[in-house]
């Protein structure tokens, strides 16, 4: 809520009419909670992935020799 009166207040002289701020906050805040749950459902469908442990042995040379084999010479 903070963070949306704070862009209110500093959207406020360009506002094409001062009664529309209360719906302005409300957009705000709304999509401000959207993007935080559209955040942690990105981080939940990824979060296996980025827990397993790196490649180790015969997979990291295998990954070492592919990468060195597709720069450029």
């Given at each position: 809520?903070?963070?949306?009166?704070?862009?209110?207040?500093?959207?406020?002289?360009?506002?094409?009419?001062?009664?529309?701020?209360?719906?302005?906050?409300?957009?705000?805040?709304?999509?401000?909670?959207?993007?935080?749950?559209?955040r942690?459902?990105?981080?939940?469908?990824?979060?296996?992935?980025?827990?397993?442990?790196?490649?180790?042995?015969?997979?990291?040379?295998d990954?070492?020799?592919?990468?060195?084999?597709?720069?450029?010479?």
């Open positions: 809520m903070q963070d949306a009166f704070e862009r209110l207040y500093r959207r406020w002289p360009s506002l094409r009419r001062q009664d529309s701020g209360l719906a302005y906050v409300r957009s705000s805040v709304l999509n401000g909670c959207r993007s935080v749950h559209r942690a459902r990105v981080a939940r469908r990824h979060a296996a992935r980025l827990a397993e442990p790196p490649a180790t042995g015969a997979d990291a040379a990954e070492r020799s592919d990468l060195m084999a597709a720069l450029p010479a």
